[in-house]
């Protein structure tokens, strides 16, 4: 596709459940991150792939977070046991790997926890 | 804790006249900064950015401007536009190579027909 895509564009879900989100990134873009933005605020940085190297995961906020990704693909961030306090949006961006290329977000995935 | 933020939550302008949106920062280890601007249900799109090794940078009908000393950003606009109506975001960017940036809590820009 033209942009990042991402899936779903709204989850409800009850405390307790797993959720799976997904991004689909623009295609040959090496770089993808995953942000989650609350309620009138700014973006927390979650992990970020490049390639084939290991994944930064220094944002994630606990162990209940884990996020894959497929080669220079998809993603898929999961959270299990969800909790009140993850209701956010949750963004995914993808970039190339040349110098000062910008990130492009999807439109996000509104997940709301009852 | 080392943090970006913003003056204002919200700002109206008369549609015409110019804006200026504020940021500080308190990481003088960044080195690369950037403005985005956010629509309704709409992921955060790239405005402009910025290199430590500047003070002032142009784009169309845009302007930043980087104050070291202070520690301060700023997001010029020339002209608002109706379309220019969102939350604008400052980021700012430690680990040159990547885009881990963290972000400023957003001003909400209102354009006034």
């Known amino acids: 596709g033209a942009g990042v895509s991402q899936s779903p564009s709204n989850k409800v879900t009850e405390k307790g459940k797993d959720v799976e989100l997904r991004c689909d990134p623009i295609s040959g873009h090496t770089a993808l991150y995953w942000y989650r933005q609350r309620l009138g605020q700014g973006l927390e940085f979650l992990i970020y792939?490049?390639?084939?190297?290991?994944?930064?995961k220094s944002g994630l906020p606990s162990d209940r977070f884990s996020a894959e990704r497929t080669g220079e693909s998809v993603s898929t961030l999961t959270i299990q046991r969800t909790q009140q306090e993850d209701s956010a949006v949750y963004l995914c961006a993808s970039s190339s790997d040349r110098a000062d290329e910008k990130l492009f977000f999807g439109s996000g995935t509104q997940l709301s926890v009852l | 804790g080392e943090s970006v933020g913003l003056h204002l939550p919200t700002l109206s302008v008369q549609e015409g006249d110019n804006s200026i949106i504020n940021c500080a920062y308190s990481n003088s280890a960044s080195d690369y900064f950037i403005w985005y601007k956010q629509e309704s249900g709409k992921g955060p799109q790239f405005i402009i950015d910025?290199?430590?090794?500047?003070d002032k940078r142009q784009g169309q009908r845009v302007t930043v401007l980087l104050n070291k000393t202070v520690k301060h950003l700023s997001l010029q606009i020339a002209a608002t536009q109706p379309g220019d109506s969102a939350v604008y975001f400052c980021a700012e960017n430690k680990d040159f190579g990547n885009e881990k940036l963290t972000f400023g809590t957003g001003t909400r820009l209102t354009i006034i027909p």
């Open positions: 910025i290199r430590s090794n500047m």
């Open positions: 792939f490049q390639g084939n190297s290991a994944p930064d």
